[in-house]
Nanobody, 122 residues
């Protein structure tokens, strides 16, 4: 069974950068489209970006230009690099697999990691 583990979260100052990683285990995730979502308390989980098995990417409109998603199939890992971080990027970031490249919605993804917290201070 596919399992996902996020890492790389933590505290960062506004304007700084961070790179999150999500490593799959159990089975290879190379054939799956994988994505990143984020959630703040009391709000719905929102799609951030997704990367398909062939490397095609899609980004939510609100993150274009500062976020970069990528994958390393040899390491069974996807990444999310965030530059020029803003206070509003503070959230729990979740990795997901087995969903669509477009139309990022929580209900459309079947596998989830437990999340990694990102806190941006001003």
């Amino acid at each position: 069974q596919l399992q996902l583990q996020e890492s790389g979260g933590g505290s960062v100052q506004a304007g700084g950068s961070l790179r999150l990683a999500c490593t799959a285990s159990g089975v290879s995730a190379n054939a799956y489209c994988m994505g990143w979502f984020r959630q703040i308390p009391g709000k719905e989980r929102m799609g951030v970006a997704a990367v398909d098995s062939d490397g095609s990417t899609n980004y939510a409109d609100y993150v274009k230009g500062r976020f970069t998603i990528s994958r390393d199939n040899d390491k069974n890992t996807i990444y999310l690099e965030v530059n020029n971080m803003k206070y509003e990027d503070t959230a729990m970031y979740y990795c997901a697999a087995d969903g669509p490249l477009y139309g990022l919605a929580e209900y459309r993804y079947k596998r989830w990691g437990r999340g990694t917290q990102v806190t941006v201070s001003s």
